[in-house]
């Protein structure tokens, strides 16, 4: 059976992210939302913990979807499972070359993992966590960006950082 590995940051957790999970959920028999440390980003406004349950309460109701956490290459997490599929959104070429190099390096690093590339939402192509994090710090109204079952940790978080 193909699993489907959703990789990301998820920091936090936007709509754009739902929208692909719940393509993936329909396409794969089993979908694993993989919230990954990502070393290249210096700080991180959720732990992982705490994204990890934002993504398992926004998709509570997909019974084919799980939610995980890995810190360190994704090829050696999704060698967990037989014939691994990574899915990955893509909202605009401005994404291309980033996603085209990671989708290459993994396949390098482990043949087995194949990557595809779903074509993000159009009302979600602008859309991005590290948006929502200057909104959200700067006082901004961030609320439609994000899925209503986290919103309000997102602002007790905020509230509790400008304390
Ligand atoms: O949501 P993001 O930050 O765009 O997701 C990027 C992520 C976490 C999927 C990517 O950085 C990743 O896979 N990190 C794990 C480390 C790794 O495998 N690096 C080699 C890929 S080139």
Known sequence: ???????????PVTLGHVDIIRRASK???KVVVCVVYNANKKSSFLTLEE???????VTAD???????????LLVDYA?????????????????????FMMALTNKKLNPIVE?????????YTYLSSSGVKEIAFFGGDFDQFVPPEIREDLHRKIDGRSQ
């Open 27 to 29: 396409l794969f028999e």
């Open 79 to 99: 060698a967990r499972y037989e014939d691994p599929v990574v899915v990955r959104g893509l909202r605009a070429v401005s994404d291309f070359e980033y996603e």
């Open 1 to 11: 059976m193909r699993t489907a590995i959703c990789p990301g940051s998820f920091d």
């Open 115 to 123: 990557t595809i590339f779903l074509a993000s939402d159009e009302r």
């Open 62 to 72: 997909l019974p084919n979807v799980t939610v995980d956490t890995w810190s360190g």
């Open 51 to 57: 994204r990890k349950e934002h993504v398992e309460r």
